[in-house]
């Protein structure tokens, strides 16, 4: 409710603080009070941290007339509050953060905390050894001043690959593919700093993150 309804639900003695009827709204009240309602308890709404495992074909927005937005599937207070931790391309899926808290989220993105990304990449070329070291010595991109930070390229197979990287460009991984002439058929982003997706959180679902994850940014 907005202030004002709360105000005059105060001042119908609707409330009560420990038992007792509060009717004035400038009441400093302790995180421990027992808030009741209408005989309903109320509980104290902190910051949200989420971690969501992003599907396919939705965007990281809280608005979009042409896509579904990844918002759709969630089931949270205040969700007009939440934005995502950086972006996930539409046709990107895995670990996506969603949070209130727009300092923790600053020092995830920020370019000075050079926070870690860890992407799978399926390719429609076979991969070499030579690819390696063109990612470890930094990739000039199409339209870039600068070539990218040094990044660690971890082949699993002739087509799937590791990648790691610690900047936040423009579909970054996908373009770094396409500067050494191959094509990324699906990518899907497994860690975040050290923080790995849930594999029990099938694509579309979330969950809140503990206080130890929360605390690993």
């Known amino acids: 409710m907005s202030r004002k309804e709360a105000t005059k639900a105060l001042q119908r003695a609707e409330v009560t603080i420990d038992g007792v009827v509060q009717k004035k709204a400038a009441l400093q009240v302790s995180s421990a009070a027992k808030v009741m309602w209408n005989d309903e308890q109320l509980e104290l709404i902190g910051p949200t941290y989420l971690m ?9 927005a809280n608005h979009d007339s042409r896509h579904r937005t990844i918002f759709t599937y969630l089931d949270v207070p ?27 989220s600053h020092r995830i993105t920020s370019p000075k905390q050079q926070c870690l990304k860890i992407y799978h990449a399926w390719l429609s070329e076979p991969l070499t050894e030579d690819n390696i070291s063109a990612f470890a010595a930094g990739l000039q991109l199409t339209g870039e001043d600068k070539p990218t930070a040094p990044a660690l390229l971890e082949i699993l197979n002739e087509r799937e690959a590791l990648v790691h990287v610690h900047e936040g460009r423009y579909h970054q991984v996908r373009r770094m593919f396409a500067a050494i002439g191959n094509n990324v058929e699906q990518l899907h982003r497994e860690q975040v700093g050290t923080l790995r997706l849930d594999t029990d959180l099938a694509p579309g679902e979330s969950r809140v993150l503990t206080a130890e994850e929360v605390a690993l940014f």
């Not at 969501?52 to 990281?60: I, T």
């Not at 969700?79 to 923790?104: A, E, F, P, S, Y």
């Open 78 to 104: 205040n969700i007009n509050k939440l934005h995502t931790v950086g972006r996930l391309d539409l046709d990107t899926t895995g670990l996506l953060l969603i949070t209130d808290d727009g300092q923790w």
């Open 52 to 60: 969501m495992h992003k599907p396919l074909d939705c965007v990281c």
